[in-house]
């Protein structure tokens, strides 16, 4: 019952949206298990980023910051999460996804809490505990990317990561129309409080529920646990004392391929989740509770099609394509696309055009999930969630440097189409790159 032929592996298998019947009773998956639990905590920690994106409106107005001083605050979060990625990558590589993100919720459950309080008291506590809250966010992505390749199969790995950030990105949906409506039915501190203790909550569900690796669940069938290991890498854990190598992933070219492409990534996304509230107030004078939903609608059109990219990376891989010109197809599609969507946003003459413009662009950059991010995984499965923190840490860099960027520019141009432009003309480049040197072999 519920059984699918898989040509990949070539053994029958219980499909991953599929359960099986156990003495008359549904019995789910338990890497379906897995995987829902890891998109509501990607889900948490998008929205607990898009709180501040949201709250920093009313807090400028008291507070009389300017644009530039603006993308200041916007980008403390990131200062934390550079520093964190490398590291959190190592430890993941070193005692698996599951203790790492546990901490990282705890803490930044604990950041976020504090924030609103923090904002009263100084600016200095502010910024302090928003990088606090990066510096614990920053274990999330590589945590997932090691927990799902030891949870699915190589065929089912793209529409697991799919899910997962489908999630992520409902978090910005979540963060954006929730924010403005339980600030202004309980005040400031509302939101904060909320979303800290959904962390707490999740976190206790999380570790009862999940193991590291499949084969240390007591839950999971024989038949599940055969196919998951039939279609995994056997690369081998690090060793005790074991350091990844750096000079050797940053001598070869596909490694750069994935920096670059995630920096691209990074600068364009964070560009518009920190100042799309702040644009469609600026550009077209809505209030706040429209501009946080002319900004939300994007992100959950984008939580559909990054499951529609995964989806169809893994169906092109039991098709019998090479990984190479898969990842190759996804990325492109997460480059090119959003940069021809950001060059026709200058043209857009009303909220709702705008929001379409930014749709698109949002909508395809969610192929680069089934590109770069894959990609880790196939040119370096033993140092993953290493080569996860270096490209991660790059990708942070480009982000911080985008968000104050985009309060500069608007501030001295008085206008975003410049930095816009820009943008575009970046992820042009990184595609090209991106199609010249990246491979889905393994390198390392």
Known sequence: MGLVRCTVEGIEREGML???RQEGNFVMPERLKVV?????????CNADRVVMSVAVVPLAAKHGWNSSFLGIVQSSFLWGYILSSVIGGALVDKYGGKRVIAWGVFLWSLATLVTPWAA??????LLAARAFFGLAEGVAMPSMNIILSRWFPCNERATAVGLSM????????????????????????????????????????????VTNDPQESRSISNSE??????GKSNAPPLKEGELPPLRLLVSKMPTWAIIFAN??????????????????????????????WFSAVPWGTMAFSGYVAGAASDYLIRAG?????????MQSIGLIGPGLALLCLNYAKSPAVASVFVTVALSLSS????????????????????LHGISNSAGTLAAIISTIGTGYFVQWLGSFQAFLTMTAGLYFVTAIFWILFATGERVF
């Open 367 to 386: 192929f680069s999930q089934a590109g770069f991010l894959l990609n880790m995984q196939d040119i370096a499965p033993q140092y993953a969630g290493f």
């Open 18 to 20: 599929r359960g099986r």
């Open 263 to 292: 920096m691209t990534n990074n600068w364009g996304y964070f560009v518009l989740l920190s100042w799309m509230p702040v644009y469609f107030k600026t550009v077209f004078n809505v209030n706040l509770k429209q501009a946080a």
């Open 36 to 44: 829902a639990l890891m998109a509501c905590v990607m889900c948490l």
């Open 166 to 209: 489908g999630g992520f990105h409902l978090g910005n949906v979540v963060g954006l129309v929730l924010t403005p409506i339980v600030m202004s039915s309980i005040g400031l501190t509302g939101p904060f409080i909320l979303f800290s203790s959904i962390g707490l909550l999740w976190l206790t569900t999380w570790t009862l529920q």
């Open 225 to 230: 646990l055969r196919l998951i290991q039939a």
């Open 120 to 125: 009263n008291h100084s600016t200095l506590s």
């Open 321 to 329: 394509y090479s990984l190479t010109f898969i990842r190759k197809v």
